[in-house]
Each structure stands twice: as C-alpha cells, then as structure tokens.
C-alpha cells in the first residue's frame, strides 16, 4: 500500500535543501511516485508519496541519502507518514 509523509524541517535553507536533492539528483528515487518541497515558516518542508512503507524506508536508510543529509547539514527529523487511500494527478500541458 502506498504511503505519504510530511516532513517538517526546522532551521532549514532553501540553500541545503538545493544541496541535498543535488547531492540525490533531481530524479524521483525508486519506489517514490511524488515530491513536493518548499518553505514554511522557519524552515522547509517535504511531502512525498512512496510505492510502500518499505520503498520510502530503504531510501531513507540508504548511505547515498543519510550522506546526502548530513552533508547538508540537514538533521534527522520524524515525518508524519500515512496511508494513501486516494491519488489523483493532472498532467499539465506547457
């Protein structure tokens, strides 16, 4: 079953951020089927949505990632995750 988390990132910079997903490429990692990024108030914050518990899990417990991270100076933080039960998408044209 899919998943979805939100995390919020205190602190964070659009700067270490940029850092982080260059350091990932810009390219959805495997089993991530969505990734929205921006800033909140006082920080940054990631909304994703994963193939499954175990897809969203191995990536973030990848070396590649927890490099990615710490090079960025981005410290670990506990996302909310939940079930996806519904995902709609509209393809825009341009």
């Known amino acids: 079953m899919a ?3 939100v995390l919020d990132l205190p602190g964070v910079t659009e700067a270490q951020y940029a850092a982080a997903r260059g ?3 810009t390219a959805l990692q495997p089993g991530s089927l969505v990734h929205i990024a921006g800033p909140i108030d006082g920080g940054w914050r990631v ?3 994963w193939e499954s518990p175990e897809a969203m899990g191995a990536f973030f417990q990848s070396p590649a990632a927890q490099s990615a991270f710490q090079a960025a100076g981005i410290a670990p933080a506990q996302p909310e995750v939940f079930p996806v039960a519904s995902l709609t998408s509209v393809a825009h044209g341009g």
């Open 23 to 25: 350091a990932l490429g």
């Open 3 to 5: 998943v979805a988390l």
């Open 47 to 49: 909304v994703e949505v």
